[in-house]
């Protein structure tokens, strides 16, 4: 495993490792991605543990290692949102984690459409996929997959129901995702007339018992005013929705995430002190300031990085006579993750869920070995 | 100004960037540029974008048809001239049907719906004796016939109607008009390109002989006239003769006996007389010296067809009446043939003397454009006279056999002669016109609603009217004056190129213009009439010769002067705004012109370089006070033709010196540049960065892609209709998109591409997709398909019947492909309909023929079931059905069935700029790639796509569009648009990505989705808006193992539609035997084929048969079955022997044992 990518040079003092230290080049090709204003270099790292072993530097993954160097700060957490630091890490884990927070962490969606009247100018199809699209609030933990003979039940269905209509000589109106209404007790559609009277009804879905029973908190939908459709007067829709759980795999609507995605850390580095006016102009270069002036006194004036943080790679900085001054780089084991939730789970609820697939597959992988 | 420009970026609102000034305008004190753009938008507003084809329809219903009317207003009875009908005035009503004894109007949606004629009744005042003591009768709205109505014409109940109001009528705001409904279809009468009538052309033939030709054209009669220079001797062609006659022959008969006055029409100059002296020897040497000695010569020459004797005084009339037709005759005197002649000689002569002045036939000054209302009177005059001459024909009848019968010729009138005569004609496209010798095929063209910018694309179209197979480059070539007339990018590839061509679009079609107050104000200018002058002072020094509409009106001393009055004239309304006024230098010539046909269009004048346009008039044009007429009325701005831009000194701006041009003689000012590419190419951002023919091929591309087509969409009942779910206004506009409305009706999708290789699926054009935005919507598609079925009316009220779906006593369908239906029989709308699924329950009576009298029963019909066939597997709804009556009164039953699809593997896509490939492979979005935003790109396309195509607007428009997403303002990237603020420049764009942090080339930092690192480059990525092409695999989808057969050759069928086979052609076969293969063509031509055993006989050598009841095999020709031998041929070989036997050649097969 790399190193932890802070800026001091600590060497690990682990009892097989001599205290030999890579020249200052290596040890940039082996921490960092440098941004140079054609191109990125040293973008893969070094994956072999002995590549630095005539040098006597380990270079391999040891759990311990990992254990010791691995950190986790969360910057920010919001409802819908959050970004955190996570150091000490491979890059090809953190993007298994954001792979399965794109693909494999499921989520509730809606699948079937039971359209009962739609006169409105959006087609069935289209209305259907635009209901698919629309975020759930309903835990997927709770349900479990249906699968293709299965009946739909309690455990793996959930049922909405979208009636409205424009009344005759009124203005045309807008319908919004708040319009679906959660119906706990399954289907109220009858599959066909029922054969003697007294008989229940035989519906759509075959529930032994109301979901308000098994569940904690109704359910409904996330966003209240996302649009659905629009309505002429005389128009109508009445339709019954069924979600079922499945995941962005199969397709994004079970996706549960707006995006995932990391980048590495920036730093910045001054090769060479700048002073002066070039400062000022280095300052100014930078659309996100990530530069600022540090008064030496008398006058003068010396570039400093100040939020390295911010730096989006506009390299500017980089680029133009002075671009040799500068260089940036990006720290290749300091990922500053970001999950943009859509709803149906906190963000930070989705990436232990994703943290628990990875150990299932990895479970998977160790017993089918064994 | 550059740094003023970059802060204009932000806060969504658009500051028109001054241009950069240069050298020369920071000297000289300039006044501040006008923002001259709000004339487009107020141009088209008053002009439209199909003004042309209205203008010439009203023209037609207006003026035109009035003067056919009035010029064959009286018909008369052959043997009684007092029985007579005069037409006293004709008008065309509003647009109506008539129907069950009553009148009811009708819209151009309800036709289009109900397969119907949107035509409105010719009403004509008339005046006719009626009974033996021919007693006057008058009546007023007689209908004479039914003319299709061009929508948005004067006559359509679509004309001046806002926006409100045509949504009432169905109809689509955004919708040009300049069309015809015929039968429920929509057809456009292309604008036709031909050479203008009436002028003098000098060219050389194909042996390379000097000609000088005119075609006439009026309205009694249409010729050629040819003067040709052969071996120094000069002779006029005509069809009439079968010889060319000399020259000097025709001035004789004409009445110019006398050769030096010949010589002195021409010209003073020697040189003149050297190139005339062959021609005038050659005259002498046939002793022809008098008027009559040259008749008798040409009257010989007269051709006859079929007509034998009286050759006598034929060629006079020739002379009089085919000969330069187009010069009027008055009182017999042949003097202004022999100026126009004369004129014609100079032309050849100095033709010859100086090959400068050539006329070049692919000059677009020498074009004329025919247009619908043209095209449409002339077939109305030729139906109004067959009317009217059948109309005497059965008076003539009538007159011989009833004579107690009162006479009356507007009963003898039928109404159809021009009702169907006009329908035919614009359903067809056939213009056969006996009567002007015109037999044009493909006139009219069904009006493609592919896409919004197809019906555009129709309406702009010229068609030529030679034919497309010459190899000529000539005509195809891009001309120099086509510069603000014609669009430079817009004509199809392939055999068509170049000769067929779109409108530019700011040019204008004039209509024809009345001469007379022309003619009487060039003279109270000073224009001398010839009659009064003898030839020696026609070509005085000095003076200029002023011809109008190709006639010679006579001649001016002083003719810059004249020129100068006339155009006063025009600019202050005195004369039309469309007549132009062209000195021609070098012919010593001032032509002016009013006749229909031109193309022209607008131009700022400017007073020694100075634009008569200032703010003031700007800000009045924005606040409204002001319109484009008002433009043009104040002498503002003009019209000008192609000839007459020759006179003129155009600067692209106003504010901008060019270096070797003297201000001062700077006479106009475009309007704005991007006005010289035409509709369709001005949808292409940034087009002048384009390598040209990516630019044409977008134009045929953009025609392709599916979209919104217009607001009635979905109540439109297209046979075939395509629409995006999800279309979107390009991020990165032009100007002319907003003026045509493109902005409104988009046919694409603004998607996120990142320029890389990725998975070796992009190779050839090919694109990568991101399979999570298919799922969110992107190029997701809806087909629109309509099947009619009509309900057949038989004899004795015989008809089909519609049942409803036949049910056992359970109530369970009989037929599982009934499930779509309704009670009625027809399918039910919002029903799923599968492959061979039932739309339409229809039964059909056994006995068709006639009826049986009583009520048929159930058994007396058959299963006639209308059924669906669409691809297995895929999910089609009902969309609508319509019911209506056909004009034959039969019920029809349009079903539409809706498909929607999402995009897959092989379906075609295409940028702005002539970039189409298709999807080469669905991804993962997880395994896409992402940049530090954590941005994802939709699509990913190959960077081998930019060099060898040179699609740098295509960049742009990527730099663009990230600048636009990112400040959140529409940035423009109209033609030539960067001066003029109409475009934004590359370096304003990179500041504005710089501001927001992204790279200023627009490279992103991207990490690889599938290994978690960076890539090892940074990547070209943002928005560009692609269209989805109509192009889609599961309509080309084919493969098929056994399958049908064709009933005759017993092979497998042909073609996708029949699920035919794929052939093993020729070449393949060639392959295979060069290889060797020998077991596999045998498998493939034979047993894959059609084999088929026969019994050989051995003896005879031909095919005998099998017995199967005695199990035998026997030959018919031998009478026994001794030596017969079992062998397999291909059907196809047995078939042959057999059709060659029917011919009485006898094939034999000679059997040896292996």
């Known amino acids: 495993m790399p190193k932890k990518g802070t800026k001091s040079k600590e060497v690990d003092n682990a009892p097989n490792q001599q205290e030999n230290k890579l020249p200052d080049y290596l040890e940039v090709q082996r921490t960092r991605v440098v941004c140079n204003a054609d191109a990125p270099i040293h973008t893969q790292g070094y994956q072999y543990s002995g590549t630095f072993a005539a040098m006597g530097v380990d270079n391999s993954v040891s759990v311990e290692k990992f254990c010791k160097n691995f950190k986790i700060e969360i910057n920010r957490l919001t409802e819908d949102d959050m970004e955190f630091d996570m150091i000490g890490i491979d890059a090809s884990i953190a993007n298994a984690f954001r792979r399965i927070l794109i693909a494999e962490v499921p989520t509730m969606a809606i699948e079937k459409i039971f359209m009962v009247d739609n006169t409105s100018v959006i087609a069935d199809e289209v209305l259907s996929h635009r209901l698919g699209l629309i975020p759930l609030r309903a835990d997927p933990r709770l349900f479990d997959y249906i699968s293709e003979n299965d009946v739909p039940n309690e455990r793996n269905t959930v049922v909405y129901k979208l009636h409205v209509s424009c009344p005759k000589g009124s203005q045309r109106i807008t319908v919004k995702s708040s319009e679906l209404e959660w119906l706990p007790e399954g289907s109220q559609l009858s599959m066909a007339a029922p054969a003697q009277s007294g008989d229940k009804q035989k519906t759509f879905t075959s529930f032994s018992q109301s979901q308000k029973e098994i569940l904690e908190e109704p359910l409904g939908v996330k966003f209240k005013d996302i649009t659905i459709a629009r309505l002429g007067p005389g128009q109508a829709i009445e339709l019954e929705a069924h979600a079922v759980k499945g995941v962005g795999k199969v397709h994004a609507k079970w996706s549960p995430v707006a995006t995932a995605w990391y980048r590495m850390l920036p730093e910045v580095v001054i090769l060479k002190d700048i002073e002066g006016d070039d400062a000022e102009e280095l300052v100014k270069k930078c659309p996100v300031n990530v530069f600022d002036i540090e008064d030496l006194g008398n006058g003068g004036k010396r570039a400093v990085v100040a939020k390295p943080r911010a730096c989006t790679l506009c390299r500017e900085c980089v680029m133009g006579p002075n671009g040799n001054q500068v260089e940036l780089r990006r720290v290749r084991d300091h990922f500053i993750f970001t999950i943009e939730s859509t709803g149906a789970l906190p963000p930070e609820v989705l990436f232990t869920e994703a943290v628990k697939i990875l150990e299932e597959k990895c479970e998977r992988v160790i017993s089918e070995l064994s | ?1154």
């Open chain 2, 1 to 1154: 100004m550059a740094v003023l420009a970059k802060g204009d970026n932000e806060g969504g609102k658009v500051v028109d960037t001054m241009p950069l000034p240069t050298y020369h305008s920071l000297a000289a004190p300039v006044r501040k540029p006008v923002d001259k753009f709000a004339l487009l938008p107020a141009f088209l507003k008053v002009r439209g974008l199909v003004k042309e084809h209205i203008d010439s329809f009203n023209y037609f219903i207006d003026k035109g048809i009035k003067k056919i009317v009035e010029a064959n207003n009286r018909i008369e009875a052959r043997n009684d001239p007092s029985i007579y009908l005069r037409y006293l005035d004709v008008r065309v009503g509003m647009p109506s049907i008539y129907e069950n004894c009553n009148v009811e109007s009708i819209t151009p949606h309800l036709c289009r719906l109900t397969d119907r004629t949107y035509s409105a009744p010719i009403e004509v005042d008339i005046q006719y004796t009626v009974g033996k003591q021919h007693v006057v009768k008058r009546r007023n709205k007689f209908i004479i016939g039914y003319m299709p109505i061009m929508l948005r014409s004067s006559a359509c109940i679509l004309n001046e109607m806002d926006e409100d109001e045509l949504a009432k009528y169905g109809e689509c705001p955004l919708d040009p008009g300049g069309y015809f409904v015929v039968k429920g279809t929509e057809k456009v009468i292309l604008i036709q390109e031909q050479l203008s009538k009436n002028r003098i052309i000098v060219d050389t033939d194909s042996k390379g002989r000097v000609i000088a030709s005119v075609t006439s054209s009026t309205h009694a009669i249409k010729s050629k006239t040819v003067v040709l220079m052969d071996k120094g001797k000069i002779y006029l062609q005509l069809n009439q003769f079968t010889k060319p006659i000399p020259i000097i022959v025709v001035m004789k008969a004409m009445g110019m006996e006398s050769d030096q006055e010949a010589v002195q029409m021409v010209g003073r100059d020697p040189r003149y007389g050297d190139l005339l002296f062959p021609s005038i020897q050659e005259c002498a040497s046939e002793r022809i010296y008098t008027r009559q000695q040259a008749l008798q010569y040409m009257d010989e020459k007269v051709m006859y067809p079929g007509a034998t004797n009286n050759k006598e005084g034929r060629s006079n009339s020739i002379l009089h009446d085919v000969f330069i037709a187009h010069v009027p005759v008055k009182d017999g005197n042949l003097r202004p043939k022999c100026i126009y002649t004369a004129v014609m000689l100079r032309r050849m002569l100095d033709a010859i003397l100086n090959s400068d002045t050539f006329d070049d036939k692919d000059y677009v000054g020498n074009k004329r454009f025919e247009l619908s209302g043209q095209l449409i009177s002339l077939l109305f005059e030729d139906l109004f006279k067959t009317m009217n001459s059948q109309a005497v024909e059965r008076m003539n009848k009538n007159s011989d056999k009833t004579r107690s019968s009162p006479l009356d010729f507007s009963q003898l009138i039928m109404q159809d002669t021009i009702t169907f005569g006009l329908e035919r004609a614009i359903s067809t496209g056939n213009w056969d016109i006996k009567r002007f010798r015109m037999h044009r095929k493909g006139v009219s063209q069904v009006l493609s609603r592919l896409s919004y910018m197809a019906t555009l694309g129709y309406m702009t179209r010229i068609t030529p009217q030679f034919e497309k197979t010459r190899k000529t480059s000539g005509p195809r070539a891009l001309q120099p004056s086509q510069w603000g007339m014609l669009c430079p990018c817009d004509t199809p590839e392939g055999e068509a190129c170049g000769l067929t061509k779109n409108l530019a679009l700011l040019s204008h079609i004039t209509t024809d213009q009345e001469e007379g107050p022309l003619i009487d104000l060039c003279h109270s200018l000073g224009v001398e009439d010839l009659l009064f002058l003898s030839s020696e002072e026609i070509h005085a020094p000095g003076s200029f010769l002023v011809m109008l509409n190709g006639l010679i009106l006579g001649k001016h001393k002083d003719p810059q002067r004249l020129v100068i009055h006339l155009r006063n004239l025009r600019r202050s309304n005195v004369i039309g705004e469309f007549v132009s006024i062209f000195i021609n230098e070098k012919q010593r010539c001032v032509h002016i012109a009013s006749d229909g046909g031109r193309v022209c269009r607008p131009l700022i004048i400017a007073d020694m370089g100075i634009s008569r346009i200032d703010e003031t008039h700007m800000t009045k044009l924005r606040d409204g006070t002001y319109d484009f007429d008002d433009f043009l009325s104040g002498g503002l701005i003009e019209y000008l033709d192609v000839n007459e831009e020759n006179n003129a000194l155009i600067a692209l701006y106003e504010h901008m010196d060019q270096d070797d041009v003297e201000r001062s003689s700077i006479t106009h000012i475009e309007i704005e540049p991007l006005s010289i590419l035409g509709v369709v190419s001005g949808l292409i951002p940034y087009p002048h960065h384009n390598q040209s023919p990516r630019n044409t091929y977008q134009c045929a591309m953009g025609k392709q892609a599916m979209g919104n087509i217009a607001y009635n969409q979905l109540f439109r009942a297209d046979s075939l209709l395509y629409l995006l779910v999800y279309a979107q206004r390009p991020l990165l506009t032009t100007k002319t998109i907003e003026l045509v409305g493109y902005d409104k009706l988009g046919a694409g999708q603004n998607a996120t591409v990142a320029v890389m290789g990725y998975s070796g699926y992009d190779i050839e054009d090919a694109i990568v997709m991101n399979k999570s935005s298919l799922d969110r919507g992107f190029g997701r598609c809806i087909a629109l398909k309509k099947y009619t079925v009509l309900k057949d009316n038989y004899v004795d009220g015989v008809s089909d019947r519609i049942v409803k779906p036949q049910r056992d006593k359970d109530g369970v369908l009989m037929k599982q492909n009934m499930r779509a239906l309704d009670d009625d029989g027809i399918v039910a709308p919002g029903q799923i309909i599968r492959n061979h699924d039932i739309y339409v329950n229809k039964q059909t009576p056994m006995n068709t023929s006639k009826g049986i009298g009583r009520p048929l029963t159930d058994s007396c019909y058959k299963d006639s079931p209308a059924i669906y066939k669409g691809v297995d597997g895929e999910t089609t709804v009902v969309d609508r059905v319509m019911l209506c009556s056909d004009t034959n009164d039969k019920l029809s039953i349009k079903c539409i069935i809706r498909h929607t699809r999402r995009p897959e593997v092989g379906d075609k896509f295409s940028s702005r700029h002539g970039q189409k490939g298709v999807c080469g492979t669905i991804i993962q979005q997880e395994d896409f790639p992402f940049s530090e935003r954590g941005i994802c790109p939709d699509l990913i396309m190959n960077p081998h796509g930019f060099p060898s195509r040179m699609t740098i607007g295509k960049m742009i428009e990527l730099l663009g569009g990230k600048a636009g997403v990112s400040c959140g303002r529409f940035h423009y990237g109209s033609a030539f648009g960067e001066p003029s603020g109409n475009a934004d420049n590359v370096a304003d764009i990179s500041s504005t990505l710089i501001k927001h942090g992204f790279s200023y080339n627009g490279k992103d930092f991207l990490y690889s989705g599938i290994l978690g690192q960076p890539l090892e480059a940074y990547i070209f990525m943002g928005p560009i808006y692609y269209q989805k092409l109509k192009h889609m695999v599961l309509d080309k989808m084919h493969a098929r193992a056994s399958g049908p057969r064709v009933l005759l050759t017993r092979q497998p069928t042909e073609g996708r539609s029949r699920d035919g086979g794929l052939r093993l052609g020729e070449m393949e076969r060639d392959c295979l035997i060069a290889y060797g293969a020998s077991m596999l063509i045998f498998e493939r031509l034979m047993l894959s084929s059609d084999p088929y055993q026969v019994q050989v006989c051995r003896k005879c050598g031909l095919l005998g048969y099998y017995n199967h009841k005695l199990k035998t095999s026997y030959c018919s020709m031998c009478k026994n079955g001794e030596n017969m031998a079992k062998m397999r041929l291909p059907y196809a070989c047995k078939l042959l022997f057999q059709e060659l036997h029917a011919m009485n050649v006898v094939p034999r097969l000679k059997l040896t044992e292996v």
